[in-house]
């Protein structure tokens, strides 16, 4: 059973940032994909930011300029460095991956941006 276990949100004023962390169990190495996902209240589990194989990146639009999705092979961890936050990101974050079929998902840390 492969763990993620997220850490680094906060309560930020707008125009601040923060980092991110996803660290996995398991090597990240041969993961299909890695995710950052986001969720607010009352609303749907969106993707953020996501690794598709090693190397090929995608983002949000909303997120696009703002967002940098990274990793660290060697410390099997995953990061999302997040610039100029506005109030709409906040929200629970997610770090998710995937080997081929199977995924698993990280408990979520909470960003919370204040106007």
């Known amino acids: 059973q492969v763990q993620l276990v997220e850490s680094g949100g906060g309560l930020v004023q707008a125009g601040g940032s923060l980092r991110l962390s996803c660290a996995v169990s398991g090597s990240i190495f041969g993961a299909s994909a890695m995710y950052w996902h986001r969720q607010a209240p009352g609303k749907e589990r969106d993707m953020v930011a996501a690794?598709?194989?090693?190397?090929?990146?995608t983002y949000a639009d909303s997120v696009k300029g703002r967002f940098t999705i990274s990793r660290d092979n060697a410390k099997n961890t995953v990061y999302l460095q997040m610039n100029s936050l506005k109030p709409e990101d906040t929200a629970v974050y997610y770090c998710?991956?995937?080997?081929?079929?199977?995924?698993?998902w990280g408990q979520g840390t909470q960003v919370t941006v204040s106007s």
């Open positions: 998710n991956i995937r080997y081929g079929s199977r995924s698993y």
């Open positions: 690794f598709i194989g090693c190397c090929s990146t």
